[in-house]
């Protein structure tokens, strides 16, 4: 079963960190990053630019109409998701514990759906 | 004489298991010869459809096998100086000697691989990609197109189960005795979930995804003949023959999901339920009657009826019965509670969904919800039951299965509301 793990966060909350610290927080996340790349069941970990990066496409005349956006309503933005492959629910709940900041801020946490066809 | 590639790609994926076994026999070291056998397998495959067969492909195969393993151990002993860790204790003419049928094609080196594969150290998924690269002779591509994961991802996943089993001096010689028993109900585990997987949601191209029921099909067949008398092997066996005999009416061909009750049963295979149900009559006379055989028995008395209403529920029942007595687990539980509603009626049903529901896991369940839609809609309770079915599609992951149980949600819920 594959899951979606999502970090929340904005730009306010990172620049409170000290820069001296940043070294280590990138090394917690790569350790955490390797010791499930090594078993097999993290198939990506994917950090996303800052939300003034972000932008929102439309189709128009069948060419690409590009704007600013989106506008956020929620203070904090999705800063990272990591895919999982696990033998269980409970497996993969586990690896969510496990990420370096779950003791300070909630994992989100998605079953994603896949195509098996059960028997009926 | 060119044989052609899918012939070559056959023979060479009921070869794997005899090349591996002989070398982890002769050297040890499985994580090595796993990787000196694959290595041979591809040079076969390139090889072979061009300048023809081998006169004896196994022994071709052991060779090569055998060379990029010394030449393996060589570059790893040359950086370590440990010069005298493997090397060629075997003479040449043993390598090149018998053709195929001259001994009994290695089996039991082939079956004390598969029984490393399960070794209970590992994770199962680890076994099962193990089990269908080693004893199945599937490229970590191929393995990783039918799970739907990045070939470095499985690629991962395979060399940390080696690793595990290096870690572990897993023997690969016959287990004792009452170990063996033991090991063979995991062996099974793991080709059940195999044929279960089903990722692959459509017929592909084989050579790229492929179809892991029909392989977990073949691997089982290889492991009853080589264990005849084994009366769970031959249930399960049974079991897959049974089940899969209606692949085809199961789905629609936009890949939506067709209920027992719905399917075209003249699209079932009968050539395949007829092998199925002769396996296990013949099987169930034998002695103690374990859980594969049950299934396969339910399937079979499926498989028999011409129509739905035909279905002799009561046999069903009464399999049930004996099949909660032997290995007792709440989907059990739901099956028979559909088998109950159809002998007694859908409140006999309900009642034990309702002692299930007990268990508050279970109570969320879409496998409970989507039992009790079926069974509130025959009792005529059409807006509860359409209730039931919208939470379980909301609490399915499988896409197919979502689509189906909105489906028959929308069906029951009256137009305008």
Known sequence: MKYLMLIYGNQEKWASIPAEEWPAAIAKQDAFNKKYQATGELIGAYGLADDSQAKLVRRENGLPAVTDGPYQETKEYIASFYLLDCESEERALQIAADMPWADQEPVEFWPIMHEAKLDL | MTPDPGGVEDLLRELAPQVLG????????????????????????????????????????????SRRLADQVRSEA???????????ATPQSELLAAPPDAEPVGS??????????????????SQIALTL??????????????????????????????????ASGLALGPAPG???????????????????????????DELTVPALSREAIRLTRWLH????RDGEVSGLLALMLLIDARRTARTRPDGSLIPLAEQDRAAWDQAQIAEGIELITATLPGGEVGPYQLQAAIAAVHDEAKTMADTDWPQILSLYDLLELAAPNPFTALNRAVAVAMVRGPAAGLEILA????????ARHHRLLATRAHLRELSGDTESAAADYLEAARRSTSAPERRYLAEQSARLKPRGT
């Open chain 2, 225 to 228: 003949r080589l264990t005849p």
């Open chain 2, 78 to 88: 040359s950086r370590r100086n440990r010069e005298d860790l493997i090397a060629f």
């Open chain 2, 178 to 204: 009452e170990e063996q028993a033991e090991r063979l109900r995991a062996v099974l585990q793991v080709l059940y979930l195999i044929f279960n997987e089903g990722y692959t949601a459509t017929d592909g």
């Open chain 2, 22 to 65: 002989a070398l982890v026999r002769r050297y040890g070291q499985f994580h090595l010869c796993e990787d000196a056998s694959q290595e041979a397998l591809l040079a076969a495959a390139l090889r072979w459809p061009a300048d023809g067969l081998p006169e004896n492909p196994r022994g071709w195969l052991i060779t090569v096998a």
């Open chain 2, 133 to 166: 690269r080693a004893i199945g002779g599937l490229s970590t591509a191929q393995i990783a197109a039918a799970f739907g994961v990045p070939e470095a991802t499985m690629a991962q996943r395979i060399s940390r189960a080696k690793q595990t089993i290096k």
């Open chain 2, 108 to 125: 039991d080196d082939s079956l004390a691989l598969l029984f490393g594969c399960c070794h209970p150290e590992l994770s199962s998924p």
């Open chain 2, 355 to 362: 002692a299930l529901a007990a268990d508050k896991r279970m």
